[in-house]
């Protein structure tokens, strides 16, 4: 079953490439295992697909960009994967937002697939699976891949740490341009736009670019370093989405020549294996039996200060190393 799935994958099938994604994003045990082997099937064909995050505050415009810019890309022969994370309902755990509305151009392209995603309780405005989901749709022959982040002021380095070039939207007069983004995000920003630059905005918006073109000289002393542009777009009139898609080229060649890519795309294999590693320890901690039955005595008591959170904890980790899943405790015997 996996390996049909993998083939229908590699054969461009979009409602299969779904349902990879949905196997892939699932904490179900069972699923687990079988989403390994489908990504082990899929990474056999490398790809050269170009990985591009989009970050910036809500009303940015990054939605909207995204489709004014991945429509073009089209035009261009490219396919494209746009994965929009949500932010998650804290009741039901879904998206909220509902970006494929906002991707209404793109939505109907025969060479676009859009997955929106809910970030659940992930920092840095990526969903869980973000990186699977990336392997997925590069297998499936797409060639840019867009990862939209939430862009709610946490942390940006998860998908800074997933992706080629890390661009981010602004925005003129959204206050203080120095105060109002973080310098953190413009010492990860390998690109800058200065968005809805178009209208009565278009003057403010190059004012802020060259403000924030400023700013940047002053994130690095270094003379020799390379300094991220600082563009204006428009992605009501499309003016500047091209100069973008040329700043992209420009880093992606600058990554290439200077090995830059290689060294990024190795950092990134491994943060992905801790990440694993992580995900695969926490789920099984709260999966097992023994935990789950201590969990809701243990919460009561450390709210009712009864016990102390350190020593519960304790408590925790000590009961689920002494009832390690019986799968963990067969690796162990094979190594021996």
Do not use: C
């Not at 697939?113 to 840095?124: D, E, M, Q, Y």
């Not at 563009?231 to 080229?249: N, Q, V």
């Not at 969990?295 to 008591?301: D, G, M, S, V, Y």
């Amino acid at each position: 079953m996996v390996r049909t799935l993998a083939q229908d994958v590699l054969a461009g099938n979009r409602r299969q490439i779904g349902r990879a994604i949905t196997l892939v994003e699932s904490m179900r045990m069972e699923d687990r295992a079988r989403a390994r082997e489908l990504l082990g099937i899929l990474g056999e064909r490398p790809t050269k697909a170009v990985r591009i995050g989009v970050t910036g505050v809500p009303g940015a415009g990054k939605s909207t960009f995204i489709d004014a810019m991945g429509v073009r890309l089209i035009q261009l022969g490219h396919k494209v994967a746009v994965l929009a994370v949500d932010p998650s309902s804290t009741k039901t755990g879904g998206s909220i937002l509902g970006d494929r509305t906002r991707m209404s151009a793109l939505a109907v392209e025969d060479n676009a697939f859009i997955r929106p995603s809910p970030s659940g309780n992930h920092l840095g405005g990526v969903a869980r699976a973000t990186r699977e989901s990336m392997l997925v749709v590069e297998a499936a022959g797409y060639d840019v891949v867009l990862v939209e982040t939430v862009g709610v002021g946490q942390s940006e380095v998860a998908v800074a740490g997933m992706v080629d070039t890390f661009l981010l939207v602004t925005l003129a007069r959204a206050g203080d341009q120095l105060q109002g983004i973080k310098k953190g995000i413009l010492e990860m920003a390998d690109i800058i736009t200065v968005n809805k630059a178009d209208g009565d905005n278009e003057a403010a918006a190059r004012v802020a670019a060259r403000e924030l073109s400023t700013a940047m000289k002053l994130i690095t002393a270094d003379p020799k370093a390379r300094r991220p542009p600082v563009l204006t777009s428009s992605s009501y009139t499309g003016i500047g989405l091209m100069d973008i898609w040329e700043a992209i080229l420009d880093h992606r060649k600058y990554l290439e020549e200077s090995g830059g890519l290689a060294s990024r795309r190795a950092a990134q294999q491994r943060s992905w294996m801790w990440s694993l590693i992580d995900d695969e320890l926490l789920e099984a901690l709260r999966q097992t039996p023994a935990v789950k039955k201590m969990r809701t005595k243990l919460e009561a008591e450390v709210m009712d200060g009864k016990t102390s959170a350190m020593e519960a904890a304790q408590e925790v980790l000590t009961t689920f190393t002494r009832n390690l899943p019986a799968s963990w405790l067969d690796w162990a015997d094979d190594d021996d």
